[in-house]
C-alpha cells in the first residue's frame, strides 16, 4: 500500500524535535503583541501516544529529522474504504495524536496552519471528508475542520487548516499541557455502484506527501 508522511515543520530558527511515549492537551492565557521569531533555543517535542483506526499499533513509524527541525510520521494503514468487499466499519478511519512539547522559557505557541494530503479514489456518486480538530489539554474540544471531496476522483488531494492570528489558541505560559490532534476520514457510497469500491488514504501513491503543521510564536509577558 502506498505510504504517507505526517510531518511537524517547526518554523525557522534551531528548533529540534525529540520522541518518546505518554499523553494529551488547555487554552493559554494569550500574550499580547504580533508574531514573534522562533525561540533561540532549542524545543522538544516528545509523542505521547498514537491512537486510532488510522494508526493502529505497529503501522505507524516515527522518525526524527536529521537536523531536529522537524518529526515525521508514516503510515501503512490510514485508508477509509465502501463499496464492494469492504469491512462495514472501514468507511471511517481516525488517528489521535497526542504530544507534549517542552519550549524554551518566556515563550509560547500555537498551530497557525495545517496542510493535508493523501489520494483519493472515488468513484461517481460517492464521497469523502478528510477532519481535523486540535486542542490543548484541559480545555474544551474544538470543532473539527471539515474538507469535503466528490466523485468522479482518482488523483491526489490536498486540504489546508488556516487559523486567523485573532483566532489562534495559544499553549499556556509556565505551565505544561500536551497538545491532541485528531484527524479522521470517512467515505460515503452516496449513489455509487455498490460493488464499486471507494476510498481515500492520508498517504500518497509515491511515499512523498507530507502533512505539515506550521507554528507561530510569542514572547510570554514577564510574570
Known amino acids: 500500500m502506498a505510504r504517507g508522511l505526517l510531518r511537524f515543520l517547526l518554523s ?14 488547555q487554552a493559554a492565557p494569550s500574550p499580547t503583541g504580533a ?15 498514537v ?11 516515527v522518525a526524527v529529522s536529521e537536523d531536529n527541525t522537524a518529526f515525521t510520521v508514516t503510515y ?17 478511519k481516525n488517528c489521535q495524536l497526542n504530544l507534549i512539547v517542552h519550549v524554551p522559557q518566556g515563550f509560547t505557541y500555537a ?11 472515488l ?16 480545555s474544551p474540544n474544538t470543532q473539527f475542520r471539515n474538507h469535503p471531496f466528490n466523485g468522479p476522483l482518482n488523483d491526489n488531494w490536498q486540504a489546508t487548516d488556516s487559523t486567523d492570528w485573532a483566532q489562534l489558541v495559544w499553549a499556556p505560559c509556565g505551565v505544561q499541557r500536551n497538545f ?18 471507494s476510498f481515500m488514504t492520508m498517504d500518497s501513491t509515491d511515499g ?9 510564536w510569542k514572547e510570554c509577558p514577564e510574570s
Not at 35 to 49: C, E, G, L, R, Y
Open 123 to 138: 468513484q461517481p456518486g460517492a464521497s469523502a471528508i478528510q477532519r481535523a480538530s486540535y486542542y490543548f489539554q484541559g
Open 51 to 61: 491512537n486510532g483506526s488510522g494508526c493502529p499499533q505497529g503501522t505507524t513509524a
Open 12 to 25: 525557522g530558527g534551531a528548533l529540534a524535535a525529540l520522541l518518546t511515549a505518554t499523553l494529551p492537551a
Open 76 to 92: 501503512s494503514d490510514y485508508l477509509a474504504q465502501v463499496g464492494g468487499n469492504s469491512d462495514p466499519t472501514a468507511f471511517r
Open 180 to 197: 491532541n490532534i485528531n484527524t479522521e476520514l470517512r467515505v460515503s457510497a452516496g449513489s455509487s455502484s455498490p460493488d464499486k469500491v
Open 208 to 216: 512523498d506527501i507530507s502533512t505539515i503543521y506550521h507554528m507561530a
Open 35 to 49: 508574531f514573534d521569531d522562533p525561540p533561540p533555543d532549542k524545543i522538544v517535542i516528545k509523542v505521547a501516544t
Open 111 to 121: 498551530i497557525a496552519s495545517a496542510d493535508y494530503r493523501g489520494f483519493a479514489a
